[in-house]
């Protein structure tokens, strides 16, 4: 089992790179993000990975022009919320350019999160393990059949006597 420390740089910038990449396709990304930003806090916090700047977020929210903060891990470049006291440190670079890219790399998603979890000491949430499993979809529309059953009407089963 590997210990954080033991995890290579350019391991971890490989990684988070992959998941990066699959967070902006993902029809639920939340997760993808959160190891991604809890990582690279990580290792900033360890002096590992080095904050560049600010820049403009290519997809403002509400129509809102916002800053996401860039951070150099090896030698790849990524964005993640700042704080406040980002803003006042920092310097701000204007927009993204665009023409930059990160280096190629080939690992798969599941390898990528072995590697995160394993540096952030990630463990599953067994909650969701303990939900019973739902019974069978049925359609408000539908309507069993009473074929085959001796009680008719169904649903009536004791008639009254006078």
Do not use: C
Not at 59 to 72: C, D, E, G, W
Not at 88 to 104: A, C, F, I, S
């Amino acid at each position: 089992m590997y210990k954080k420390e033991s995890i290579p740089l350019d391991e971890l910038g490989k990684a988070l790179f992959t998941i990066n990449r699959h967070a902006k396709t993902a029809p639920d990304p939340k997760h993808l993000y959160y190891i991604k930003k809890k990582s690279i806090n990580r290792l900033l916090n360890e002096k590992r990975a080095e904050k560049i700047g600010l820049h403009f977020s290519s997809n403002p929210r509400f129509s809102n022009q916002h800053s996401t903060l860039l951070v150099k891990v090896d030698k790849y470049f990524f964005h993640i919320p700042p704080t406040k006291d980002d803003f006042k440190k920092l310097e701000h670079l204007g927009e993204l350019d665009q023409n930059y890219r990160n280096p190629p790399t080939k690992m798969s998603l599941s390898q990528a999160k072995k590697i995160v979890y394993r540096y952030i000491d990630w463990q599953p949430d067994n909650r969701r393990q303990n939900i019973p499993k739902k019974t069978k979809y049925r359609s408000s529309y539908f309507t069993p059949s009473s074929l085959g059953k001796m009680d008719w009407p169904p649903g009536k089963t004791k008639r009254r006597t006078r």
